[in-house]
């Protein structure tokens, strides 16, 4: 089974404090996304990263940056947390072949982190 | 831009009482359809993937089909458990494979 690892389930951060989310997949995937979902809004994409060292913007990406330092972990950061960035995070991953493969990837996701910034 | 659209937002239904959840899509070159399960307060759990029009995948009561426009989500005699958020995702053109999801239709299932 495909396991997406988030570390923290529940989290509360002041306005301003910088906060990290860390994931880590045990499948040896080449792409990892960080999406954040909202009521009414649905899932939408943050960053994504399709090898080390390696991240592209998704459709929110402001106020968020992100790292991948080893392929199994990717992290999401909030430089200066602020109220409108409490939402669920969720993590995922799925195998590469981009360019080369038309057949869609299946991206699995992990539990979810929530964040409360007070 | 790709766009995704679920109907109806919340479906309430009687166990045992069959329906269907709707998808329909725009996208420029369909690369994979995909169907999510969500439970509260949880990660979003793989269904299934059709890849082109025509398609159909079955999982116990659960059975999805795709055409060119729109996907179905058709549940057959569904049970309480059943009851979940189902997102529909598309993945599309030549770049990454990021998914564009629609809002979720929401499911109660009740005895």
């Known amino acids: 089974d495909v396991k997406v690892t988030q570390s923290s389930r529940y989290l509360v951060k002041r306005t301003g404090e910088k906060v990290f989310l860390e994931c880590v997949q045990d499948m040896d995937h080449e792409n990892m996304f960080w999406y954040r979902q909202d009521p009414g809004l649905g899932l939408r994409l943050i960053y994504f990263s399709y090898d080390v060292k390696m991240k592209e913007k998704g459709d929110i990406p402001e106020g968020y940056s992100v790292s991948r330092e080893k392929k199994e972990r990717f992290s999401l950061i909030l430089e200066s947390a602020s109220t409108n960035q409490t939402s669920m995070y969720l993590c995922?991953?799925?195998?590469?072949?981009?360019?080369?493969?038309?057949?869609?990837?299946?991206?699995?996701f992990g539990e979810g982190s929530w964040l409360t910034v007070v | 831009e790709d766009q995704v659209t679920q109907s109806p937002e919340a479906l309430r239904l009687q166990e045992g009482e069959s329906s269907s959840l709707n998808c329909s899509y725009t996208?420029?070159?369909?690369?994979?359809l995909f169907w999510y399960r969500q439970d509260p307060g949880k990660g979003p759990e793989f269904l299934f993937t059709l890849y082109s029009a025509g398609e159909e995948k079955e999982k116990e009561r659960l059975k999805a089909t795709l055409t060119k426009k729109e996907s179905f989500l058709h549940i057959t005699a569904p049970k309480p458990e059943d009851s979940a958020t189902y997102l529909c995702a598309v993945q599309a053109g030549s770049g990454y494979s990021t998914l564009t999801f629609g809002k979720g239709t929401m499911l109660l299932v009740s005895p």
């Open positions: 995922a991953s799925s195998v590469g072949q981009e360019g080369t493969n038309r057949v869609g990837n299946t991206i699995y």
């Open positions: 996208v420029s070159g369909l690369r994979g």
